[in-house]
Every structure is written in structure tokens, then in C-alpha cells.
């Protein structure tokens, strides 16, 4: 059984940090590229950042880029999102996938991120 648990999420002020964590089980992590997406009520879900399965690369929304970064621990099975400068705009519930090379793809629950003073 494929569970994704995102950990993390709270509220924190503007300007404020918070980091993300994704736990992974029962699928071989280190084969799946992971992702961070978010989602705000009424709007679709957007790719927030992406790191490949070695982790030598990530990739971005231009909204983060600069204040958001992307890591991964194979040996713990776990993917992080580290938020810095956080945005009001930046609220969301944030969601952990793991998209495998024939794009099988795995979903957590979330975790909600509310910026705001």
C-alpha cells in the first residue's frame, strides 16, 4: 500500500519560513521523481517545485523561484519543501507526488500552509 504523508504545514507570518516534509512507503522512492503542487479553493492544482530521483536537480514555479528549495533523503524515503519569505499568496494546501518514469502517480493528503498576519 503506496501512502505519501505531507508533515509541516501550519501558520506562519509574512516573511515568515516553514519547511515541508513527505514521507514515503511501500514504493521504491528513490525510482520516483517528486513533487510539491499546491492548490487554493476554485483554483486548479499548480506545480509548486520538482527534484529528479537523484536529487541533482530541481525545478521550479516562478512564483518560489529564489525563496522555496526542493530536497530528498533516499535513504529516508522523504522529500522536503523549504519555504522562505512566505506570501499571503502563498496559502494553500500543499500536496506531495510521486510520479514514477511511466508516470504512475502517487498522492498524499496534504498539508495546509496559511500565511497571514
Known amino acids: 500500500q503506496v501512502q505519501l504523508v505531507e508533515s509541516g504545514g501550519g501558520l506562519v507570518q509574512p516573511g515568515g519560513s516553514l519547511r515541508l516534509s513527505c514521507a514515503g512507503s511501500?514504493?521504491?522512492?528513490?525510482?520516483?521523481?517528486m513533487n510539491w503542487y499546491r492548490q487554493v479553493p476554485g483554483k486548479e492544482r499548480e506545480l509548486v517545485a520538482g527534484?529528479?530521483?537523484?536529487?541533482?536537480?530541481?525545478n521550479y514555479a516562478d512564483s518560489v523561484k529564489g525563496r522555496f528549495s526542493i530536497s530528498r533523503d533516499n535513504a529516508d524515503n522523504t522529500v522536503y519543501l523549504q519555504m522562505n519569505s512566505l506570501k499571503p499568496e502563498d496559502t494553500a494546501v500543499y500536496y506531495c507526488?510521486?510520479?514514477?518514469?511511466?508516470?504512475?502517480?502517487?498522492w498524499g493528503k496534504g498539508t495546509l500552509v496559511t500565511v497571514s498576519s
Open positions: 527534484i529528479t530521483r537523484t536529487g541533482t536537480s530541481g
Open positions: 507526488n510521486a510520479r514514477s518514469p511511466s508516470s504512475v502517480s502517487y
Open positions: 511501500g514504493i521504491t522512492f528513490r525510482f520516483y521523481t
